[in-house]
């Protein structure tokens, strides 16, 4: 049994202690926002790219870190460059998503490489990827498959291609 002096002592701790627990603050996915979230399907067992626009309304600045889905056996965070005429493709860490601004992944620059998925994706299919931020939070996000020829999430001329 605590004594009642023992209490009353301790008393400012424990306030403090609550005060420091409900103000804890959010995750970097609770800031995250995205939109326009589309995946490119290519023929065969080609890799898909995955691109989507993510806006953080948080006063800190975030970073996507990753991804991962049930439908590929892998998702890796890469970012297309050209240098000298030659276009090349390299694995990034992370993607900076600055403190109440915006970071797109598109085709030309950062995007999700989607390997080997698990059964066939056609155009009009929806994946789920699962976002993984830099503080290990997740935003599980739903992609919007797309025809090879497409070059945005709501690209008419290859719907139209496609007879959807």
């Given at each position: 049994?605590i004594?009642?002096r ?8 424990l ?24 995946l ?42 050209t ?6 493709m ?34 009009g299919?929806k ?5 993984r ?19 945005g ?12």
């Amino acid at each position: 049994m605590i004594c009642r002096r023992h209490a009353i002592r301790c008393m400012p701790l424990l306030v403090a202690g609550l005060l420091l627990a409900g103000g804890a603050q959010a995750t970097e996915a609770e800031h995250i926002r995205a939109s326009q979230a589309w995946l490119r399907v290519l023929p065969g067992d080609l890799p898909a790219g995955a691109y989507v626009t993510l806006e953080n309304s948080g006063d800190q600045p975030a970073s996507l870190r990753g991804a991962s889905s049930a439908s590929y056996t892998s998702v890796m965070l890469h970012k297309s460059s050209t240098e000298g005429g030659m276009g090349r493709m390299s694995i990034v860490e992370d993607l900076p998503i600055p403190a109440h601004g915006k970071a797109a992944l598109a085709p030309g620059g950062y995007h999700l490489m989607l390997m080997k998925a698990a059964a066939p994706v056609k155009p009009g299919d929806k994946v789920k990827l699962i976002l993984r931020f830099g503080d290990g939070s997740t935003l599980a996000t739903d992609f919007l498959a797309r025809p090879a020829n497409a070059s945005g999430p709501d690209d008419a001329a290859a719907a139209q291609d496609h007879g959807h």
